[in-house]
């Protein structure tokens, strides 16, 4: 495949190199060269395969740091809630009738919408993982599982095993999906649970996923009732290291966020959920500050009704800006790099387009009314993009959107399918929760 007079964009210095040419083979850029120029005679480097780039610009794949993908179905079923209600008087009363066939329709439909919206790998924390693994082999994207497990409650020793089971077996099966051990939490999973897991995590070599210090009121309970927030705590039980994805660690403090740093471990900053609770928070300048490996997640479509990072990576820096009262933090040289730092779920050298790099990349055409006049194509990025400048996506050298349309589900079937199970998920008669908030 050859992407030819392409301009490619470098979040990492905001810089533009017109009139390109990539060449790409088994899933890789193999040579990045000026228009015009005949590629290296390499045998079987190219399949025929000729994009026209003119007009476009051309950046690494998205990542989503964490979600709960299959959490389609549960869109806008919990508005203008507080945090306790969400929880335990919608979403887990709800998640108790989902099917595994259910997880995979709605992985499937959520795949769907991250493709269309430039994201190729995701960090997926959710339950039957093994459905979400068949659906994302069947999308083409790129993902890290991890089989979401509760520490306490009646069926956690069995859940344990059920996660286990999925872990072992899956975790060599594609080279494109990822396997991580899943704690939900250090509020629910208790400390001799997560060095249990931590355990497994080291025999098997496989790296963590974890929520912790999501709220204020987190922290503020695992004061009173260890002496430790929740991230010194995951410290202490070792859960805290290289590799580890921490979803949110939105209320760290800064003496958290240099023991993360120190320990290796990454953030996954879901800014849409945080605002939607009312939560306001400096934690992104923060963490750049610290130097403290961050990139964006989505979170589940129930808080934050979108899979789209661009929108993420929006709304990181209007918080940046307002909880700091300050117009000058959250910066576009500082936000955009955070969108494709796929370090932070286990993918190496990834979020820059060079020779050598995988080839998970994204077509923006900018000829629409929202990207005009065009003085600031960063600028246009963050703050005008939508979903109808997402040309053409990539993964693993693999066309998977072209022209906007995605080639690899059949996204009308998909809905209707959908929309069904949606009905049904909703009309439950149980009020009690799977576990208490």
Sequence with gaps: ??????????????????????????????????????????????????????????????????????????????????????????????????????????????????????????????FAMDRAFEAYEKSGMRANLAWAIF??????????????????????????????LGPHSPYICPENFLKKVVLESEKLNIPMHIHVSETEEQVVQSLERTGLTPVQVLDKTGVLRKETILAHAYWATDEDLKLIKQRGAGIAHCAKTYMKFGNVNDLLPRALKAGVKIAYGSDGLASNNTLNIFETARDAALLSKCSTANPESGKIHKILPVLNRGSVIGLKNYGEIMEGALADLVIIDPATPNMMPGYNIFADILYSLNNRNVDTVIVDGRVVVENGRLLTIDVKKLQKEALVISKRLVATVSDKPMQSY
């Design 151 to 180: 520490g306490t409650g009646s069926e956690a020793d069995k859940q344990f095993e059920t996660a286990m089971d999925f872990t072992r077996y899956y975790k060599d099966k594609n080279p494109r999906i990822l396997v991580s």
């Design 1 to 126: 495949m050859i992407i030819k007079n392409i301009s490619i964009l470098s979040f990492k210095d905001l810089s533009v190199r017109e009139n390109m040419d990539l060449t790409i083979h088994e899933g890789r850029i193999r040579k990045i060269s000026e228009a015009g120029e005949v590629p290296e005679p390499v045998s079987g480097i190219t399949d025929g395969t000729i994009i026209d780039g003119t007009g476009k610009y051309i950046i690494p794949g998205l990542i989503n740091a964490h979600a709960h993908t299959a959490m389609t179905l549960l869109r806008g079923v919990a508005e203008d809630v507080n945090v306790g209600d969400w929880f335990n008087r919608h979403v887990w009363i709800y998640e108790q009738s989902l099917t595994p066939n259910d997880v995979y329709t709605g992985t499937l439909l959520g795949a769907a919408e991250m493709l269309l919206s430039g994201v190729t790998a995701v960090a997926d924390h959710y």
